[in-house]
């Protein structure tokens, strides 16, 4: 059967460091593709990954859609 929403959705985390900073000390803007459940985390997700650009682990926040 179908469901209106989806329960495990794909997100896109990107880089803050890279984002406030973008075009001034780093090429580009790290992104990675994850996914999370809508009903365990309703609140957007932040996590702690490498960034190639920055060179360094820094915190990546779900981007809007």
């Known amino acids: 059967m179908a469901r209106g929403k989806e329960i495990r959705v794909t997100i896109n985390p990107e880089c803050i460091n890279c984002f406030r900073d ?13 996914q999370k459940n809508r009903r365990n985390t309703p609140i957007r997700l932040e996590l702690r990954k490498f960034c190639r650009y920055c060179g360094e682990h820094t915190i ?3 981007m809007k859609k």
């Open 22 to 34: 973008s075009g001034r000390r780093y090429r580009g803007i790290s992104r990675y593709t994850t």
């Open 60 to 62: 990546h926040k779900e």
